[in-house]
DNA sequence: CAGACTACGGAGAGCGCTCTCCACCCCCGT
DNA sequence: ACGGGGGTGGAGAGCGCTCTCCGTAGTCTG
């Protein structure tokens, strides 16, 4: 009953290291923060006190008044499917894309004492959730991986201004910041390698076309290959999945048996069409060569190893970290756009 | 300077709503939580006002004086290579198994209003960081999904007393609540499946010996064997990765060259076994059969399609948000386990 | 040596919320 | 008519932290 008593299941406060410490408790949180000036001799003996006391700075009161949560939103949107919500959340996250996306934002935060919570915001309720988890101030920022053209959750937060960062050009314009990379550059990439190897009949396996960066690696796949003197390339529009490679290259196949290179706008795709073709005794490269997009793992796990374009995508996710934290240090910034470079990577398949 | 001038910037807080509403800030509290019975007029009154004012609650100052952050933990953790952290990030988070887990959590969390924050414990600073975000009260308790046997996480995890629910029991005995497959279970019914065909020189591809798990599936498969009339059953030990079932698979075949089933501790390492014995010109599942495990999505990619032992992680991953949020709910609670069944799914390799 | 300035510790006011008390009102029984 | 009790609103005390403001001591300048 003495003041002094204090249940031992109570973590220890400020306060408490403090009294350990015989400083006032502004000292003890200008040590931990480092905010200030303080006397050698009183930090040595205040960290004693911490360790003494095995404090841990409560993190919902330094948000109550900093108004900083020191977590941001990693999510994940797009169109689920009516009924059945997990099913989305299940195709994304098992999509090796977005366990890169996840290491790079890991990786770039892990430094800087940012954490990600992750969400998923693939049905009206969900997109609720995640702003209304951001104007709680539960999260200082969004970071936005996005695979639906018409997804509204950009607009919003713009509108809400809320700090958000997306991953790949919105498919409307939206002044808002977001990390993409040259995709007509890497699919010129693609071309010039498989006209540098001799392909005469090549086409290529699109993504979803409602998607911008579909549209710009089949533009500069188109470009590029008109640029080498190739005003025709048949295409097959995919959903950049495996199985949807594997109809696309079947259309393909159907419609021109000549074919000799193929262009997969991913490496899903790829992996796909590889089924396809290995089902149909075409040889890769022998008879066909075949590139793919991304480098992710499904490119090392194939037979033959696929020749990708590799984007940089942990780099990408790191720099819409980078970003993001930008815009939650400055409220005011304006939108910013950074472009990576893709490269080509040659392995068996091309 | 009149009192009632506020930043027009600053989100309206509790005491707002409650002038506009013409009650106390309890009262709108009140309403909020559903805490107590309020007056149906004044509960409109206050949800106008609210909408009014665009009010969000500030999530820091509930979780001052509530205690509970309502977010949890979901810790990856194993040893990461040193000098090159984010590669075991990159790893786990493109292993398809991982997308499944994270499917399941956020599947069950998304209707409780708790948010799981994604963690990586690969290094001893990475574990500190771990413990430290819970004691803080950032996070209300962990869910781990452990990759290495001798990861000391868990024990640390229960010294600190801190709610947390792992996925799959850990090496060694630690009171501490778990999920986990019932493998031998799951090891017999590919036994009993690669008998049933005709197999009579049945080897397997198991998982690191180090991990329960492996071990598990690997007993369930010999005694199941065994109780067939089969006593030996040739092993390669593999990584659970791609490329070490390739290995595996190469050596088995080396020593063994009449295999004509194989057993491979997941789809993973099954999916490079594949590869190999179709370089070797052994026709799946005319010359070998191939059973795998886990039934995650290089299962259907594969061709031929894999017959595999199906884990159903979204519903263990489902059961362990259940675990932890009962722990957080009550602290004492002792340790539960839950032991899930698995199910075979015959496709195409047997 | 006065005056001014620098360096650094302490006091105390909140941050926005919940929750325990307390006050009040109205309805009931006697 | 009056005391008791259930139902409901308000007041106010914190939760644990940061940060501004102030005080004191030591240092420098002319």
Chains 1, 2 share one sequence.
Do not use: W
Not at 196 to 222: E, K, N, W
Not at 268 to 284: E, P, T
Not at 302 to 331: F, I, K, N, Y
């Amino acid at each position: 009953m003495t003041p002094m008593s204090r249940s031992p299941t109570t973590p220890p406060t400020l306060e408490d290291v403090a009294r350990v410490a015989g400083v006032s408790r502004a000292t003890v949180s200008r040590v931990i923060n480092g905010t200030r000036n303080v006397d050698r001799k009183i930090q040595e003996v205040v960290r004693a006190a911490i360790d003494k006391t095995g404090y841990a700075p409560n993190r919902a009161a330094r948000s109550l008044v900093t108004k900083r949560a020191g977590t941001i939103a990693l999510v994940v949107s797009g169109a689920g499917d009516p009924g059945d919500e997990d099913a989305f959340a299940a195709r994304m996250f098992s999509d090796p894309f977005f366990g890169r996306v996840a290491s790079g934002v890991l990786g770039f935060l892990r430094t800087r004492g940012v954490h990600p919570v992750l969400m998923v915001a693939d049905t009206e309720p969900a997109r609720e959730d995640v702003l209304s988890f951001l104007r709680q101030g539960s999260a200082d920022g969004a970071l936005l991986v996005s695979t639906h053209a018409e997804d509204p959750l950009p607009t919003r937060l713009v509108d809400a201004e809320l700090p958000a960062v997306l991953f790949a050009r919105p498919a409307r314009p939206v002044p808002i910041s977001y990390v993409d990379l040259d995709h007509q550059a890497g699919a010129k990439l693609a071309a010039d390698h498989l006209v540098r190897r001799g392909c005469t009949q090549v086409a290529t396996i699109t993504g979803p076309l409602d998607v911008p960066a579909s549209q710009d690696r089949l533009t500069g796949f188109r470009d590029a290959m008109a640029r080498h003197g190739f005003p025709y390339v048949p295409i097959a529009e995919g959903g950049f999945t495996s199985i949807s490679g594997e109809a696309a290259m079947e259309r393909l196949l159907a419609e021109h048996p000549d074919i000799d290179g193929v262009f997969a706008a991913n490496d899903l795709m790829a992996q796909g069409a590889l089924l396809v073709l290995h089902k149909h005794r075409r040889r890769v490269p022998e008879d066909v060569a075949l590139v793919g997009f991304d480098d992710s793992s499904p490119a090392l796990s194939c037979r033959p190893r696929l020749t990708t374009v590799r984007q940089p995508v942990e780099d990408m996710a790191a720099g819409m970290s980078r970003l993001l934290l930008d815009h939650v240090e400055e409220p005011g910034l304006r939108p910013k756009s950074v472009i990576f470079e893709p490269s080509l990577v040659v392995r068996d398949s091309a």
